[in-house]
């Protein structure tokens, strides 16, 4: 359990990382207080769905706080990355992203 939370952790430093700086003080003692939302790029039951769900299960029990997976598949994915980079960066919005997040910004579709 101490190894999952750690992760968790590890995790939402990427992503508050990867998605630049925050829009905000977040406030890491408390986090999370509320329920987190991970945007699937992919359908339901397709690999990055049953990871994104099966991922959020283990962490949910993990840090106590429900998440949900929403699946945002319009545009080929495209909808669920600009989603999420549009949203503030307080480590409640990710994105269920696969290898394919880099086509995406290769071709210009986000």
Known sequence: MHFLRAFSAAV???????????DGPVDVENWPSRPITISCLAAAGGGT????????????????????VVNRTEGGG???????????????????FSESLLTKCVFGHV
């Open 12 to 22: 939402l430093v990427c992503v508050l990382t990867s998605c630049g700086s925050s």
């Open 49 to 68: 769905d049953l990871v994104s769900r099966l991922m959020s299960k283990k962490m949910g029990v993990a840090l106590d706080v429900k998440i949900n």
């Open 78 to 96: 495209s909808a669920a990355i600009n989603h999420v980079a549009q949203l503030r960066r307080d480590g409640y919005n990710w994105g269920g």
